[in-house]
């Protein structure tokens, strides 16, 4: 999980996951890299089709048409408290 600030809102945990381009789920990876500007920042990255996110009291399964999910190419967060680590399966 991550939290995010989005559209002006306080900010709150999504559920992530990575993204296939034949719309299949995978894990979200982060692997920690230098940031020129704020030191060392995590990169969330996916599949071949990136990350998909969603609130994290959602109900609805993983799926293009949901209004409430979105999808990004990768993120990156500066704050590891920004980040919540599940073992795949979990």
Known sequence: AIRLTRDGQ????????GWTLTGTLSPALAQKVDDSGDGV???IYGADAGVRLKPA????GWQLGCPEQ???PY????EAADL???AEGA
């Open 10 to 17: 306080p900010p709150s945990w999504y559920h992530i996951v």
């Open 57 to 60: 009291g959602s109900a609805e």
């Open 84 to 86: 919540q680590w599940h």
């Open 41 to 43: 920042a995590f990169l």
């Open 70 to 72: 979105w999808g990004e």
């Open 75 to 78: 993120l990156i967060t500066t």
